[in-house]
């Protein structure tokens, strides 16, 4: 320890007298309060001048001072294994807080903000990984056990040390459910069955071999290196953590009086056994809830585990109070004492004091405040974004991100497995797709909906991304009424065009209608109403259907339509929004059940066929890709899904899509631009909001 | 004899309405199709999560929403009587816990926005009264009508708006950010108290000046007044010791719906002006399904209202003996 401390004063000293001549220099009272490692003194042409390189917030030091806090080189990793965040812009100044809001709903609202996941997407958008709270990860030959190292010296904000113990308490008993001998998982109606404690499932865990599921064997190496053992290759692993799980660890030494351990070891000091009453009773006291059974007390407080004050973290910053549900009020982040980042100068990140969050659910309220500029940082929907860029000219910029999307505005998406036989063979057929595409008179739309500021476009992945192709984000674009019922002829019973009449069903006498579920009717009647107008013309039927459950008509496959847009950066990272691996979107419906109940129809999935067929497959072999050409596999298994949607055409889009305007206050800096907003890539925690900082 | 006959009938009555208003308020929050899991599942499908049907059965066995009406009905209600009112779904808190969060909050607004109705209304209903038909009457007339117009929540955003452009800033919320801990954060709350008391105030007051000058009115024309007027009383006494008697009882028989809305704290202004009273709590507990905290919520409303009720007809009794009377000869 002496050693790593010499030689971290030492790193730190030449660095502080590099910069000593560029730096302001301060008040020996300033010095006074930071007796970190850090603090130097430099003479420069002869007037001797105090220089001191503050390697902390002030706000830190003074509690040091105060001896309520350690010093800084305790709180930090050992150094060489701080984390310094090469993403930082400019070198930013310390204090300040700044100002955001999000709703009563908390969680993914703010948590992005302050997450640090095991391993991070890079800024790039280049769909890469790399190591955040790990210090690095590497595979075997076949990447079916992977190393992962920690950080020496890392702290849980409540200055305990993060250590491999916490991640394999974390796999072991938090996130697996019951597993045989082999690490099948038991089933749900096996004797000893028992759900995980966050009551999720994560797929990064498992490996397909032989048609079953196999859960990975976490091992210990030493307190700051563990294993992860696979049955079968796991190429993509950090990749699948990083999307699935993200952060793959919690406090054991917290959680051990929450956690009723399910193995039976009762002579383990570090993880006492406790019942499930025991660990309710601990929770209800500690957290002040009344968790009435195990399974919603482990998924509150092992899964949404952010949305406690109390629970130890290793975010860049941590809730003082859990008011995050309290509309009117501001929920407050303050930096985390023991984070375990630096800038370039070895300066403890983040820079911001806090990060405040205006609780507020109605959007008119929000616009309000954001017309006023009190938020230093959001995002605006596109019907307010002249009323709040005019107002807020002089104290906001406007920051363009992308969105990996197909489409602006609607986008319809028809399901493919509709229990209505006869419907379900015209949403098969192309030919219907196609005349409900060139039927709509784009141009209008985005002159009603868009104000103009889109253009005409199929689906299909934006300008300007790798995966974008002209071909296709123009196909079925063209506006021509009489090639649609042309179209229509072929796969309905003739229409005469009647007014007030529409076409039937082939074989029958029932009206060709689309029944298009929507859970706002504010937001999507505009959308209903211009669809209903336009596909008069072809003979075709839109009714709505208010549903306010529509994830679970999906689950039940009890569902037509939907507007339903793609948000996706690569199948290869997130496949469920274009290809049917889950219970997920409408346009696939049942086919997702199929696969999500290991390709069976159990459960009323539906086995699929032909395109829908080679789109599993082709995911499939993303999955299964191994060894040296696995890059190759996998782009060309991309490429084949991205093709069979550009030639199937499943979701029907209308209009190109626009970036995300951020508007962030002009004092605050290192406000990264273009970047990919996505679930994939965590949102908000592209912003690295802990390298954000106030302009003084 | 009679009067305690009187009081024991009522509060008979009271308790059978009470009785039927647990059973119809946990009737209707079971109304709307789906129930508390099913919300929940739609939030976790919509956060990306994967739901089987057996995690959907485990949820409803776990929130015991699977069991039929009649025995959670039941259940609750022994609930109630032994006072546990049953976890809120949502907040995962006890009902009353959670109900007891932001009573402080409500209670001191409606107890403000009472008073000022009362000192508002009352001076300017007694002067339009004894000048009817002047310029002044006419004038509050003509506001108090815009003011039981105007809905609530509408005059609610026009304030609100124009705080932003008279202010820069608009205001939203009652407690400052940090809480009351200064001075200037004291002031900031007084003027973050304007906007709600105006507001919920507006109809009250409105309403209560129309009533208390149509009852002066009344009252003006009758023999009495008239007998009293022309054995020299001063106009002063006539109007606070005679007429206003009369003018109590609208006063007092409107008590079970005013006790009711000092609890509930104006639900719609409250979402509308961010308000942490009880409105915000009861709106979400209906959204999300969550039937304890919502039938717990809607029970102590409907229970006050029953109990003001009471209360004004025992305290009608004592002022107006013709209520008496009445009962009497029944």
Known sequence: ????????????????????????????????????????????????????????????????????????AERLPVAEDVMVENDVLSLGEYGGSITATTNDGGRWGWGPYTEQSMFRFKLDGSGEVEANVCKDYYPNEDASMWTIELRKGMKWSDGQPFTADDVIFYYDHVSTPALNADRVAVGVEEAGYYPAYTSKPYNCYQVTKDGKNYWAKFDKVDDYTFTVTFAAPKPNFPEAVAVDNKWMFLPKHFYINYVARKDGVSDDPTFPLITEEQAIANANKDFGKVWEDYGSMGKDIGYYNWDYAIVPQIRSFIAVKDNWNTVGETYELVRNPYFWKTDSEGRQLPYLDSLKFMIIN???????????????????????????????????????????????????????????????????????????????????????????????????PAEGTSSYNEEWANKWTEFNVDKANSLLDEITEPWDKTEGTYRKMKGTDRDVEIVISTSDITLEGDYITLLQTAYKAIGVKVSDKVDAEIAKSILTNNIEAKFEGVNITSPAIRPDVIVPMRNFSCWYGAYGKWYEDGKTTANGGIEPTGAILELINAYDAIKSASGDNRDTVVAENVQKIYDLHKENTWIIGFLAPLPINFFVNNNVKNFPSNIVWADEYRFASMMRPEQLYLAK | MDKWRYIAKRLMLAFFTLLMITFVVFFVIQLPPGDFVDSLVTDMVAQGETVTAVDIANLRTMYKVDRPFIVQYTDWLGGIVTGDWGTSFYYNQSVLVKIGETLGATLMISLITLVITYLIAIPIAIYSAKHQ??????????????????????????????????????????????????????????????????VISMSGTCGLIRSVRAQLLDEQEKPYILC?????VSEKTITYKYEMRAVINPIVSGLGGMISGIFNGSTITAIVLMLPTQGPILLKALQSQDVYLSGGILLISATLVVIGTLISDLLLAVLDPRIKFLEESK
């Open chain 1, 1 to 72: 320890m002496k050693k790593v401390l010499a030689l971290m004063l030492a790193v730190v000293l030449v660095v502080s007298l590099m910069t000593a001549c560029s730096k302001p220099s301060s008040t020996k009272e300033d010095e006074k309060q930071n007796p970190t490692p850090a603090a130097t003194e430099a003479t420069t042409g002869g007037d001797s001048v105090v220089t001191e390189e503050v390697k902390e917030a002030p706000i830190l030091a003074e509690q040091v001072a105060a001896g309520t806090l350690p010093a800084l």
């Open chain 1, 362 to 460: 109605d959007a008119d309220q929000v616009v309000l405040k954001q017309t006023a500029g009190e938020i230093d940082i959001s995002t605006v929907e596109f019907g307010n974004y002249s009323t709040i860029a005019t107002a807020t000219q002089a104290t906001h910029t406007i920051v363009p991100w992308f969105r990996p999307e197909w489409q602006s505005g609607p986008a319809l998406s028809l399901c493919q497995t509709v229990q209505d036989l006869d419907k379900r063979a015209l949403f098969q057929d192309a030919r219907f797709r196609e005349a409900l595409s060139i039927s709509v008179d784009r141009n209008l739309m985005n002159a009603t909906l868009m104000s103009g500021q889109s253009k005409p476009a199929q689906a299909a």
């Open chain 2, 133 to 198: 038909y002047s310029i002044g009457d006419y004038a509050f007339t003509f506001i108090g009508f815009i003011g039981m117009a105007v809905p609530h929540f509408l005059l609610a955003i026009l304030l609100m708006y124009l705080s932003y452009k008279w202010t820069g800033k608009p205001i939203m919320g009652l407690f400052p950010e940090g809480g009351i801990t200064s001075w200037a954060a004291f002031l900031d709350f007084l003027k973050r108290l304007i906007i709600p008391t105006i």
């Open chain 2, 228 to 232: 009293t007027r022309a054995k020299g």
